[in-house]
């Protein structure tokens, strides 16, 4: 059994290009309510010194996290009913609020998941550490090799979990633990089609990436900071680096770079997941029928 990735695709693209209010409306007011949110609050609330904690900026961080956490699982649930031809609205947006605790203790139970398995890795990351550190002309090129391998093991592992949220927006009943459960049964034996299905989206990943990149060295020339780099002065150089980001019309050019991509990649990618977790349950729900006796 197999599920054809461009199809999910098509059926994605004619999905989002056929809701009312528009997808582009949609994903700009997710944007807003959450990089938006962000940004601003960053300017209001100044990063501390180096060296320095600042409890008000740490205790703004962990709600900012969880309020965006809970702003994505309404995303989520516009690109669950989006993809099944329901008519969402903007509203949804919101709705994650109604099941607010269940969101953020989904998103505990994942975390706390992702951390027991890298704990599991720390003493296989010792055993190939160990003759690295004892033949250190080895470290050139192990080391690259083994940080690899952790990233790349790392998001192995968070496939397990990718569909928690499509379970728990189908059933809030069923609570935060039944969704992470279920989702590692549904990704059992599919995270390479899902890896392939993510993959697809590269090439549009890539050109966000580039305009933001374009916009970020184009402040930076603005500010002068490539100059401050021939001073061989890097502390300096680092400072006039964070003073240059802060400024309000820098937070809002990189924050417009590359919105024109996120509008088309956001909604595209995650209604064409959305028709992912329904087609994997569908081969479950077509697999688990049981033969008639003999």
Sequence with gaps: MEIDRRELKRQAREAIRGSRPSFWVVTLVYL??????????G??????DT???SLPALFLSILLSLY?????????????WTSRKLSPGLGALADGFSVALLVIMTSILIFLHMLAWSLLCIPVVWLVLIPVLLSPGLSFLVIP??????????????????LAYYLLADHPDHGAFA???RSVELTRGWKWEMFKLFFSFLGWELLDLLLYTLVLVQVLVQGGFFQSLSLEHY????????????YPSSALLLLLASIPVK????????VTMAGFYDARLRLQREGSVEMPPL
Excluded at 32 to 41: D, K, Y
Excluded at 43 to 48: S, T
Excluded at 235 to 246: K, M, T
Aim: glycine fraction near 8%; aromatic fraction near 16%.
């Design 68 to 80: 965006s956490t809970v702003v994505g699982f309404g995303f989520t649930l516009w690109s669950m």
């Design 179 to 181: 969704a992470v459960r």
């Design 235 to 246: 502390g300096a150089a680092y400072v006039l680096y964070q003073i240059i980001l802060s």
């Design 32 to 41: 807003l309510m959450t990089t938006g949110v962000s940004t601003l609050a």
């Design 263 to 270: 509008l088309w990649l956001y909604p595209y990618r995650s």
């Design 51 to 53: 060296g320095n904690i």
């Design 145 to 162: 090799v083994l940080i690899a391998g952790i990233m790349i093991f790392s998001y192995w592992v968070s496939l397990r979990y990718a």
């Design 43 to 48: 300017l209001l609330v100044p990063a501390p």
